[in-house]
Nanobody, 118 residues
C-alpha cells in the first residue's frame, strides 16, 4: 500500500499564490507517477498537473502558465505551486500516486482545500 500525506493549501486572494505538497510512503520503487487533481462542488474530479510514469509532465489547460508541478524523488514528494490564482481555482486538491510496485493502482490523498477570495 501507499500512504499520501498532503499539506499546504488554504486561503489566498485572487492573483495570489499557494503551494501544496504531497509526501508518499509505503510500497514505492522505481519511477512513479504522481500528480494533482481537483474537485469543485458539483463537478467531477479533474487533472491539474502530473508526472507520468515515463517522467513527463502533463498540465490541464486551466493551469498552464500559472501552476508548476515539481518533485523531490529522494523524499517521494510532489509539489504544486499555484500562482495567479483565479476565482475558478477553488476546489479540494487531491494527490494521486501510481507506481510499479503496486501495479499502477491509483492511490489518493485525503485532499486539501484551496479557497480563493476576490
Amino acid at each position: 500500500q501507499v500512504q499520501l500525506v498532503e499539506s499546504g493549501g488554504g486561503l489566498a486572494q485572487a492573483g495570489g499564490s499557494l503551494r501544496v505538497s504531497c509526501a508518499a510512503s509505503g510500497r514505492i520503487s522505481g519511477i512513479n507517477a504522481m500528480g494533482w487533481y481537483r474537485q469543485a462542488p458539483g463537478k467531477q474530479r479533474e487533472l491539474v498537473a502530473r508526472f507520468t510514469g515515463g517522467g513527463n509532465t502533463n498540465y490541464a489547460d486551466s493551469g498552464k502558465g500559472r501552476f508548476t508541478i515539481s518533485r523531490d524523488n529522494a523524499k517521494n514528494t510532489v509539489y504544486l505551486q499555484m500562482n495567479s490564482l483565479k476565482p475558478e481555482d477553488p476546489a479540494v486538491y487531491y494527490c494521486n500516486f501510481r507506481g510499479p510496485a503496486t501495479a499502477w493502482r491509483d492511490f489518493w490523498g485525503q485532499g486539501t482545500q484551496v479557497t480563493v477570495s476576490a
